[in-house]
């Protein structure tokens, strides 16, 4: 870790007046939730073939019977790691204003984040594609696939963003509203390599914000518009930030 760096990072953040985080997979690795992309992504063990619409929609229950190994199986039980407990203190000691998330895993709000953008959706809620009623997950049983709306028997669809549909509006335009009011913005744990939330770092830093990133390897925003490159596991770097910031 190049404690220099992290020391001039630890000041941004104190001299920030509107911080925001933006976060990928990378962030919930140590929680136990595998990226897709990579070495040990899961793309290299699943067909990503199942989160697309069409598939879905064609084959409902084969989709859901992977969705159901690969997500729900897990995540009820996997809990938030040092980085999404010092983000969530961040919030409540006002160094940090909102996080705008790719990811599904409801572990930022877990931690006490409040203010969260999920502009991947949430595996927290599913949606009937018959009468579009939406219900938490607590309420679904997943022993019988694929679960059933209790309203007009429509099969439910897990509220995430499956390829080739759109982002949520109401998510989308907040998280780039948010990034054009930032004057800096942690990128943390992500490729983002799809768009549009590959342009909501590049929105924030044409606005004036200052980009620190955190990862355990360079993307393509290290380059080009990364002030701060933090290399490392994004529990460590939390947590020495964390300590900084005597959270
Ligand atoms: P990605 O899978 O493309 O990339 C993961 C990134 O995390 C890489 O840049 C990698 O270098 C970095 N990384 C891996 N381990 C890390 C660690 N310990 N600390 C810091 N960085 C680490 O993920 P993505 O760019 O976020 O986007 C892919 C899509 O996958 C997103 O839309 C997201 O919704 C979805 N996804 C979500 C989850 C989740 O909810 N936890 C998990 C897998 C995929
Ligand atoms: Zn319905």
Same mark, same amino acid.
């Given at each position: 870790?190049?404690?220099?760096?992290?020391?001039?990072?630890?000041?941004?953040?104190? &001299?920030?007046?509107?911080?925001?985080?933006?976060?990928?997979?990378?962030?919930?690795?140590?929680?136990?939730?595998? !990226?897709?992309?990579?070495?040990?992504?899961?793309?290299?063990?699943?067909?990503?073939?199942?989160?697309?619409?069409?598939?879905?929609?064609?084959?409902?229950?084969?989709?859901?019977?992977?969705?159901?190994?690969?997500?729900?199986?897990?995540?009820?039980?996997?809990?938030?790691?040092?980085?999404?407990?010092?983000?969530?203190?961040?919030?409540?000691?006002?160094?940090?204003?909102?996080?705008?998330?790719?990811?599904?895993?409801?572990?930022?709000?877990?931690?006490?984040?409040?203010?969260?953008?999920?502009?991947?959706?949430?595996?927290?809620?599913?949606?009937?594609?018959?009468?579009?009623?939406?219900?938490?997950?607590?309420?679904?049983?997943?022993?019988?696939?694929?679960?059933?709306?209790?309203?007009? &028997?429509?099969?439910?669809?897990?509220?995430?963003?499956?390829?080739?549909?759109?982002?949520?509006?109401?998510? &989308?335009?907040?998280?780039?509203?948010?990034?054009?009011? =930032?004057?800096?913005?942690?990128?943390?744990?992500?490729? =983002?390599?799809?768009?549009?939330?590959?342009?909501? !770092?590049?929105?924030?830093?044409?606005?004036?914000?200052?980009?620190?990133?955190?990862?355990?390897?360079?993307?393509?925003?290290?380059?080009?518009?990364?002030?701060?490159?933090?290399?490392?596991?994004?529990?460590?770097?939390? &947590?020495?930030?964390?300590?900084?910031?005597?959270?």
């Amino acid at each position: 870790m190049d404690i220099t760096k992290l020391d001039q990072a630890v000041k941004l953040i104190r &001299k920030a007046k509107y911080a925001v985080a933006f976060t990928g997979a990378g962030i919930s690795v140590e929680s136990g939730i595998p !990226p897709f992309r990579g070495k040990h992504g899961l793309w290299n063990k699943v067909d990503p073939i199942f989160l697309e619409i069409e598939y879905f929609k064609n084959k409902p229950l084969q989709s859901w019977k992977i969705i159901k190994e690969i997500f729900y199986d897990k995540l009820n039980n996997i809990e938030p790691n040092i980085a999404h407990k010092v983000l969530a203190k961040m919030e409540e000691r006002s160094f940090l204003e909102t996080i705008i998330t790719q990811n599904i895993d409801h572990l930022h709000q877990k931690a006490g984040s409040r203010y969260v953008y999920e502009l991947h959706g949430t595996y927290k809620q599913l949606v009937c594609t018959e009468c579009s009623s939406e219900f938490d997950i607590s309420f679904a049983n997943l022993d019988f696939l694929p679960p059933t709306c209790y309203i007009c &028997k429509g099969i439910l669809k897990p509220d995430i963003v499956f390829f080739n549909e759109p982002i949520p509006a109401f998510a &989308k335009k907040r998280s780039f509203e948010e990034a054009k009011k =930032a004057d800096l913005m942690l990128i943390i744990g992500t490729n =983002a390599e799809v768009l549009p939330a590959a342009d909501i !770092p590049v929105v924030a830093k044409e606005n004036g914000a200052k980009i620190i990133e955190i990862n355990i390897k360079e993307t393509h925003f290290t380059k080009e518009i990364t002030d701060f490159y933090l290399q490392g596991k994004a529990s460590e770097i939390m &947590k020495e930030i964390g300590k900084k910031l005597y959270l």
